[in-house]
C-alpha cells in the first residue's frame, strides 16, 4: 500500500510555472506507476501526465504537451509536475496516483488504485 500527499498548489498569473511534489509513503515507490490528473468545478477528473516506474516512458494529455513536465525521484519518494505557461483552463485540483504494485504506466482515471487528497491551482488572467 502507498500513500499520497500532493503539495506545491497556489494562486499564479497566467504564463506563470509552478511545480507540484507528490510525496509517497513507503519503501516500494519505485514499484509504482504513477500519474496526475485534474479536476476543475463542474468536471470530470482527467489525465494530465503519467510515468512508468522507472521513468522511461511518459504519457501527456494534448493540452498540456510542451507547458507541463512530469518526472520522479525514486530514491526520494517524490513525483513532481513542473508546470509552465500556464493558462486560466489550468485551474483545477491536482491529485497524483499510484498504479500497482507492478503497474503498468497508464493514461485512464480506473486503472490507478491509489490517489492523494489533491493540492489547489488557480491561475488568474
Known amino acids: 500500500q502507498v500513500q499520497l500527499v500532493e503539495s506545491g498548489g497556489g494562486l499564479v498569473q497566467a504564463g506563470g510555472s509552478l511545480r507540484l511534489s507528490c510525496a509517497a509513503s513507503g519503501r516500494t515507490f519505485s514499484s509504482y506507476s504513477m500519474g496526475w490528473f485534474r479536476q476543475a468545478p463542474g468536471k470530470e477528473r482527467e489525465f494530465v501526465a503519467a510515468?512508468?516506474?522507472?521513468?522511461?516512458?511518459?504519457y501527456y494529455a494534448d493540452s498540456v504537451k510542451g507547458r507541463f513536465a512530469i518526472s520522479r525521484d525514486n530514491a526520494k519518494n517524490t513525483l513532481y509536475l513542473q508546470m509552465s505557461s500556464l493558462k486560466p483552463e489550468d485551474t483545477a485540483v491536482y491529485y497524483c496516483?499510484?498504479?500497482?504494485?507492478?503497474?503498468?504506466?497508464?493514461?485512464?482515471?480506473?486503472?490507478?488504485?491509489?490517489w492523494g487528497q489533491g493540492t489547489q491551482v488557480t491561475v488568474s488572467s
Open positions: 510515468i512508468s516506474r522507472s521513468g522511461g516512458s511518459i
Open positions: 496516483a499510484a498504479r500497482g504494485p507492478l503497474g503498468v504506466v497508464a493514461t485512464a482515471r480506473s486503472e490507478y488504485n491509489y
